[in-house]
């Protein structure tokens, strides 16, 4: 009966994490998606150093982008090959 509940609680953790990162995705999207616009305001209106402004706004913006979009598939490849509390006699 130990086991039945450490697996439940398990189990609750697991998709708590999975709707924090969806949230986070979600919120990514939109920031990067502000960046991208903040870039292209940069590169289009930004005079002569306009280019080295949107520059740094067009890699942050892809970078934190692909570290958010790839978290949650590191996490559920995780979630997948580790099993927790599993007949433990």
Do not use: H, P
Request: with cysteine; charged share 10%; net charge negative.
């Amino acid at each position: 009966m130990m086991n039945l509940y450490i697996m439940s609680g398990m189990q609750n953790l697991v998709s708590t994490g999975e709707s924090i990162l969806d949230w986070a995705q979600t919120f990514g999207l939109i920031a990067a998606a502000i960046a991208f616009c903040i870039g292209g305001y940069y590169l289009i209106l930004g005079g002569d150093r306009g280019r080295a402004k949107s520059i740094g706004w067009f890699i942050g913006s892809a970078v934190g982008l692909v570290v958010v979009m790839g978290a949650y598939g590191l996490a559920t490849s995780i979630d997948d090959n580790i099993t927790f509390f599993i007949n433990l006699w």
